[in-house]
């Protein structure tokens, strides 16, 4: 049984090592990896934003640079309406990043290696979240209960 224990012991022990070492080096990583939150952009193809998001729509995910004052870049989720491109933050009060983009709305979208220069607002508009809401808790399957007050959704576009 002790053998047993201490086998267990150096398994979680590793575990918690790998995961620390990921942590940690995801911040000089070419972007985000996966959940890990991932350094600023160093690869893809800058790109004019275009008029028209629709070609994201069906994405799950983005990849989105963070102002510099946070200096790192996050996978979201994203929805497309009218054309239109919008990230949610979920319990935006609670995480920096959210605060530091209404702060400096200069950010990087990277989609399918093409990386785009945009600026991101925090919409508080209520036509606007009632019509982007749904569409968000559709796709992802979640309650849209609480936007625009504890989560908050930023329309991105050109700067």
């Given at each position: 049984?002790?053998?047993l ?24 990583h ?44 996050i ?25 530091a ?59």
């Amino acid at each position: 049984m002790r053998r047993l224990l201490r086998g267990l012991g150096i398994a979680i022990a590793a575990a918690v090592l790998a995961f620390g070492v990921v942590f940690v080096g995801a911040r000089f990583h070419d972007g985000p990896i996966g959940p890990f939150k991932g350094g600023a952009f160093r690869s893809g193809e800058a790109a004019a934003p275009p008029a028209d998001w629709n070609f994201a729509a069906d994405h799950q995910t983005l990849e989105l640079e963070l102002p510099p004052e946070v200096g790192l870049a996050i996978t979201t989720w994203l929805v497309v309406e009218g054309g239109a491109l919008y990230v949610p933050c979920g319990v935006a009060e609670s995480k920096s990043w959210p605060h530091a983009v209404v702060r400096d709305g200069n950010v990087r979208v990277r989609i399918d290696g093409k990386v785009y220069e945009l600026r991101a607002t925090r919409v508080d508009d209520p036509a606007t979240l009632a019509r982007v809401v749904p569409l968000l808790a559709a796709k992802y399957d979640v309650n849209g209960d609480g936007f625009g007050t504890r989560d908050w959704l930023f329309a991105l576009e050109p700067r």
